[in-house]
């Protein structure tokens, strides 16, 4: 209504006179009446800049209090939306790289793993076929007699065991001590295999309570006394046995000649942990 009164009173002819409105109580319809009168005592061109500036004003009053806060609000809730979007962007990469990495790196362990078993088949395939052409610690000194007995001039001066050595032994650990009275294999049963005790080394990698199948050597000392060609065809008759034995050494020497003593350090390897009873 009052930009109504303003251009109206910007018309020429207009009349001077306007009343206040109705609802407007007495001091105010004086004050309006006299800023009317101000108003129309001023020349068309003031009264046109000054209702421009009161439209100005008002306008400018307007965007200082609705629009600004509005758009500034707007402005921030678009920035807090593309911040949220670039980070939740970055998490999904983030947890996607991560994924990748785990299923990389559980790859590669399960190949280490595959390859690892493979060579462990592969070794126990190897040491059971090496260990077939060995003679069993078992079989050792049953073997030595009977060669004994063939080579009649050769006399035993002394036999002794060299114990027992677990190959496969960690560096720094404990070594176990020999058993005054160690296990022996009944009459007519053979010695526990690798496959037998590979229920025993599950039970052990799972609860930790039983010793895992090992490498053992097993060793014995032969000192022989005879002539030195009984004593090399005694030697020549046991390298040339079907199954083997390890040579640890060999020393020989004279008493008097024609007798001689040979001490031979004789082993094998077996995944029986049972000592050569003498």
Request: net charge positive.
């Amino acid at each position: 209504m009052i930009a109504r009164n303003l251009f109206a009173r910007l018309r020429p002819g207009t009349a001077t006179a306007t009343a206040a409105p109705a609802a407007a109580g007495p001091g105010r319809r004086a004050t309006w009446q006299a800023w009317a009168r101000a108003f129309d005592a001023r020349a068309p061109r003031e009264r046109m800049l000054l209702a421009a500036a009161g439209v100005a004003a008002a306008f400018m009053l307007a965007d200082a209090v609705w629009l600004q806060p509005a758009l500034r609000t707007w402005d921030h809730a678009q920035a807090q939306r593309k911040t949220q979007a670039t980070q939740g962007a970055e998490l999904a990469s983030a947890t996607l790289h991560a994924q990748i990495a785990q299923e990389q790196q559980r790859l590669r362990q399960q190949t280490t793993l595959d390859q690892t078993r493979l060579r462990v088949q592969d070794g126990e395939r190897l040491m059971r076929e090496f260990e077939s052409t060995l003679v069993g610690p078992e079989q050792m000194l049953p073997l030595l007699e009977q060669m004994l007995a063939r080579h009649g001039q050769v006399r035993v001066r002394e036999m002794k065991p060299l114990g027992r050595a677990d190959l496969l032994l960690p560096p720094g650990a404990a070594v176990p001590a020999p058993a005054t009275n160690p296990p022996t294999t009944p009459a007519g049963q053979p010695p526990p295999t690798a496959q037998a005790l590979a229920p025993a080394a599950a039970a052990s990698a799972a609860g930790g309570g039983v010793a895992l199948p090992g490498l053992y050597r097993h060793g014995v000392e032969l000192t022989l006394e005879g002539s030195f060609a009984d004593l090399m065809g005694y030697v020549a008759a046991l390298e040339e046995m079907p199954q083997r034995m390890l040579w640890g050494g060999m020393s020989f020497r004279v008493e008097q000649h024609p007798r001689a003593v040979l001490t031979l350090r004789l082993y094998t390897l077996s995944t029986s942990r049972h000592w050569i009873a003498i």
